[in-house]
C-alpha cells in the first residue's frame, strides 16, 4: 500500500481508499469495552483518527494499537472514512496497525508550565502549535529570499565571528578566539558596507547574537535578523522598500497558512486589515507631540522611546509605522546627521500594531570619517579595530543605506504570540540556554 501524508488524504478526498500512514500517536484511548482502540494519528502534514477494532485487525495489529503510547511511532494502514465527528471530516478504518517504537509513556501530560515545556523543548516541539509556527516561520524565511531576489539583490554572508562591535558594547558576547578573543555578530552590518561596493544591493537571513539582560518577550539572546543594505540609496527610498517587504512577508504568511494562524488564536482578519492600509511615516520629535497630547506623557527630548512609550504611541495606529529622526546623540556611530535637522540622525525603526513593539531598524550610512572616529571614541571602541571600517569612506565611498528585520519579532507579530520565545525552536535568552 502507497504510503501517504495525511494532509493529501484530506486534501484528495480519499474516501474508501487503502492507504496506509507513517506517524506517531497523538491522542489515544480505549473503547467498546476493551474492543477498540480509538487513536488520532500524526505526522509532518497534519492530525487523523484511526479506529481500531478488535473484529477487523489480526490479533498482533490490535495489541500493537492498544498498547501503544501518546508518541509512539506507528505505522498503520486501513480505508479511508467519511465521518462529521472527526476532526477534518475523515477517519482511517484500521486493518494492520505496527508500532515501530512503542517507548515510555510520554511527559508532556503530566505539566504544561511554561518552564517545564521549555525543559523538554525537544519533545514539545512535536506539539501542533510549534509544528505550525515553523512552517510558518519557514514560509517567512522563504518570503524573505523571494522579495529580495525579485528585486535584484544578491545573497551575502557576513562573517559570524567579529572583532569589534556594531551595536555598542554592553551586549558583546565574547568567545575565545585562540589565544585572543573575538565577538559573536550583533549585525552583519559592518561587513554588507563593504560587501555593497562590490554588489550593489544585498540581503542575508543570518543568526545574531546580543547579550541583553532583559527578560522581555521581546529579546532574545540569540535571534534572526534579515538585513538588506544599498548603495546609491538614501533614506527615504530604504523606508519604502522596508514598509514594502514588511507586507509582502504578510501577504506570503496570510496565503499559505490562514489556517494555522487561526489555530493558534490570530485575528486573521485584523492582520489582513493591518497590512492594507499605507503605513505612516512620523519623526521622533511628532511622536513625542502625540505622547503629550493624547496620552498626557511627558518625555525629554533627547530620551529613547522604550516599550512603554513605544505601546501608548501605538494605541493611536491600526497598522505598523515608520518613525524617522531619532536624536543623534542615543544613535550608533553610523548614523549621520540629517543636514535639515543635524540634532537628529537620518534613520528609521519600524513598530508593529498591537504592542508587538519595534520589527525593524535601520539608517543611512554616516560618510563622515571625522565624526564616526568621534562617535566610536565616545562609545568607548578603539579606532585601531576600525580602520577596515573607516577604509569604505576613503576609496570611491557613495551614499548608502541598510537595515534589519527581526525575523522573530515580525513573525511574533504575524502569529500573535504572547512571548518571542514561541518563534523559535530551541531559545536561548539570559535564563534559558537548555536543551
Ligand atoms: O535595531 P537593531 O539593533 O539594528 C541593527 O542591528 C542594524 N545594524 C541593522 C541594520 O541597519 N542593518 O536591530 C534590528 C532589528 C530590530 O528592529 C529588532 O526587530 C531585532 O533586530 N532585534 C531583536 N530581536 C530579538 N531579540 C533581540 N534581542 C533583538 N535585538 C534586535
Ligand atoms: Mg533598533
Redesign the pocket.
Known amino acids: 500500500m502507497e504510503i501517504i501524508n495525511i494532509s493529501d488524504i484530506l486534501l484528495e478526498k480519499l474516501e474508501g481508499k487503502q492507504i496506509t500512514i507513517r506517524g506517531w500517536v497523538y491522542r489515544h484511548r480505549l473503547g467498546g469495552g476493551g474492543s477498540m482502540v480509538f487513536a488520532v494519528l500524526r505526522d509532518a502534514t497534519g492530525i487523523m483518527q484511526a479506529t481500531v477494532k478488535k473484529e477487523k485487525t489480526d490479533e498482533q495489529s490490535f495489541k500493537h494499537a492498544s498498547d501503544a503510547y501518546v508518541e509512539s511511532s506507528v505505522i498503520a494502514s486501513g480505508t479511508v472514512k467519511k465521518d462529521d465527528r472527526a476532526p477534518g471530516g475523515y477517519e482511517i478504518a484500521v486493518e494492520k496497525f505496527e508500532t515501530v517504537h512503542r517507548g515510555e509513556p510520554f511527559p508532556v501530560a503530566k505539566d504544561l508550565s511554561e518552564e517545564f515545556l521549555l525543559d523538554i523543548r525537544h519533545l514539545w516541539i512535536r506539539s501542533q502549535k510549534l509544528t505550525r509556527i515553523m512552517k510558518i516561520r519557514s514560509t517567512l524565511i522563504q518570503a524573505i529570499h523571494e522579495f529580495f531576489q525579485k528585486r535584484g539583490y544578491t545573497l551575502f554572508d557576513p562573517p559570524l565571528l567579529t572583532p569589534n562591535a ?2 555598542g558594547k554592553m551586549t558583546l558576547f565574547e568567545v575565545k578566539y585562540f589565544d585572543s578573543k573575538m565577538y559573536l555578530s ?4 559592518l561587513y ?1 558596507e563593504a560587501a555593497i561596493f562590490a554588489l550593489g544591493k544585498i540581503y542575508d537571513v543570518a543568526p ?1 547574537f ?1 547579550a ?1 539582560k532583559s527578560k522581555t518577550a ?4 540569540e ?1 534572526w ?1 534579515a ?1 538588506m ?1 544599498a548603495a546609491w540609496m538614501e533614506l527615504d527610498e530604504l523606508v519604502q522598500i522596508a514598509k514594502d517587504e514588511t507586507k509582502f512577508l504578510v501577504e506570503r504568511v496570510l496565503e499559505k497558512h490562514e489556517e494555522d494562524l487561526k489555530f493558534l488564536g490570530r485575528d486573521v482578519a485584523k492582520l489582513n486589515s493591518q497590512i492594507s492600509k499605507p503605513f505612516p511615516t512620523i519623526t521622533y520629535t511628532e511622536a513625542l507631540k502625540m505622547l503629550k497630547e493624547k496620552e498626557g506623557m511627558d518625555v525629554k527630548w533627547g530620551e529613547d522611546l522604550h516599550a512603554t512609550e513605544e505601546e501608548k504611541l501605538m494605541k493611536h495606529f491600526d497598522t505598523p509605522i515608520v518613525i524617522t529622526n531619532y536624536p543623534i546623540e542615543i544613535m550608533a556611530f553610523y548614523k549621520p546627521h540629517d543636514p535639515k535637522d543635524p540634532k537628529t540622525a537620518l534613520c528609521f ?1 519600524m513598530l508593529a500594531p498591537e504592542g508587538y513593539g ?6 543611512q550610512r554616516s560618510l563622515d570619517v571625522e565624526d564616526i572616529v568621534k562617535r566610536i571614541e565616545k562609545e568607548g571602541g578603539s579606532i585601531k579595530d576600525y580602520a577596515w571600517y573607516l577604509d569604505l569612506r576613503k576609496y570611491g565611498s557613495v551614499p548608502h543605506s ?5 525575523v ?2 515580525v513573525l511574533r507579530w504575524i502569529c500573535g504570540l504572547d512571548n ?1 520565545k514561541d518563534t523559535i525552536a530551541f531559545p536561548r535568552t539570559m535564563s534559558r540556554s537548555y536543551p
Open positions: 556594531c551595536e550583533q549585525s552583519w552590518q554588507a545574531t546580543r541583553e521581546k529579546h532574545l539572546a535571534f535578523m538585513e543594505e525603526d519595534e520589527i525593524v531598524g535601520g539608517s541598510g537595515y534589519g528585520v527581526g522573530e519579532r518571542i
